[in-house]
């Protein structure tokens, strides 16, 4: 087991690529702390996580508010005894047209997918820090190197959370803490699902990857974060993982 007794958050980690990391740390051994805004949210994952021999307990979290980000990795400190990784997965996403885009869109993308990070970030540092050892791993997309139509403040929030991590690796990779970036292509899950039903966008996807998949499965994302998170990624810090077979390399989408 590649983490065994180690305590991992995963934020988002109810649905889609939060869920499937959840359940492929509890199956390497890990004490897994799933966040979500509301617990339910998270107890049919912890669930089947405790069904099949792991460790797991939901919490409460919006990870946008300072107050709630500091209670709940306290929460998490009680529970299992520290933090060993972070994963920072909870994500918002709206596509709109700029004129239709409205300062509340703007804001709350930028409050989950930036704020929401810089203070996980800034509540596990210090634990971390005191043991010399810590693993932080954002999730990010290919949206954040690259703009596409519609996506002024999701692309915007993107490239920032990529930014975010290059910038804590400059200032934790020292305290023995490792910072990257975990960053999808087109991955199926509950944020594009209904885009997943316009055969326009399936097809522009599934012709422009050299795969030939339009949308790949969570379950993909799950061993690259569990590469991320684990020691064999010792010396891996500030990079940006691309994991969206191949779409990014070949041809901006």
Known sequence: MRLKNKVAIITGGSSGIGEQISLRFGQEGAKVAIVNRTADAGETVA?????????????????????QVQAMVLDVVDAFGTVD??????????????????????DRTMDVNIKGNFLLAQAV???????????????GSIAGSQG??????????????ILLMKALTSELAKEGINVNCLSPGATATPLNA????????????????????????????AGAALFLASDDA??????????DDGLSAVKPV
């Not at 540092?125 to 999730?139: C, E, S």
């Not at 010792?234 to 994991?243: C, E, M, S, T």
Request: proline fraction near 6%.
């Open 47 to 67: 669930e089947a996580i405790t069904a099949a021999g792991g460790i797991a307990k939901a919490f409460p979290c919006d990870v946008s508010n300072k107050a």
């Open 85 to 106: 990784i972070l994963i920072g997965n909870a994500g918002f996403m709206v596509l709109k047209p700029l004129e239709k885009l409205s300062e509340q869109d703007w």
């Open 125 to 139: 540092a210090p634990i971390m820090k005191k043991k010399r050892y810590g693993k932080i791993v954002l999730t």
């Open 148 to 161: 596409h139509a519609e996506g002024a403040a999701y692309c915007a929030s993107e490239g920032g959370v």
């Open 194 to 221: 209904q885009y997943r039903k316009d055969p326009e966008i399936l097809s522009l996807f599934a012709n422009n990857t050299p795969t030939g998949r339009d949308y790949v499965p969570p379950q993909d994302m």
């Open 234 to 243: 010792h010396a891996v810090h500030g990079l940006n993982l691309v994991v």
